[in-house]
């Protein structure tokens, strides 16, 4: 057998595995996210407390969904390995851009959400 052949079909395997990990990190966070929400709507507290607890489980699938697409853009990157023509080294660099910009932003927005919700502790306990 062609060592080329067998080195391909490891590496497929392997980013296939990455891009499954990653899948379920993002379906992970969601169930966690949706769970946490559900529980939260059931004991229907006062609205600050809503608010709070919005902004935590926000934080929280943000956080899955920026773990998971790092996985993606590694298994995206030695993708490019595989088949390295320029018309797949424009389909990565076009991939991680919109999985960077997504990422960033909602960085940014769960470090909002953190923020936020320190500020919420910090109100409450002073009251």
Not at 31 to 42: D, E, N, P
């Amino acid at each position: 057998m062609d060592i080329n052949l067998i080195f391909y079909t490891l590496l497929s395997s392997v980013v296939t595995a990455i891009n499954l990990v990653g899948v379920m990190i993002v379906i992970w966070g969601f169930v966690v996210a949706s769970l946490g929400f559900i529980r939260m709507k059931l004991h229907r507290h006062s609205t600050p407390f809503f608010l709070i607890e919005a902004n935590k489980i926000r934080a929280i699938l943000g956080t899955y969904i920026l773990f998971g697409l790092e996985f993606m853009i590694a298994a995206d990157i030695i993708h490019t390995f595989l088949k390295p023509t320029q018309e797949d080294l424009i389909v990565l660099a076009t991939i991680v851009a919109i999985r960077t910009v997504i990422s960033y932003f909602l960085g940014r927005e769960v470090e909002e959400a953190r923020h936020d919700q320190k500020a919420g502790k910090e109100l409450g306990e002073k009251s």
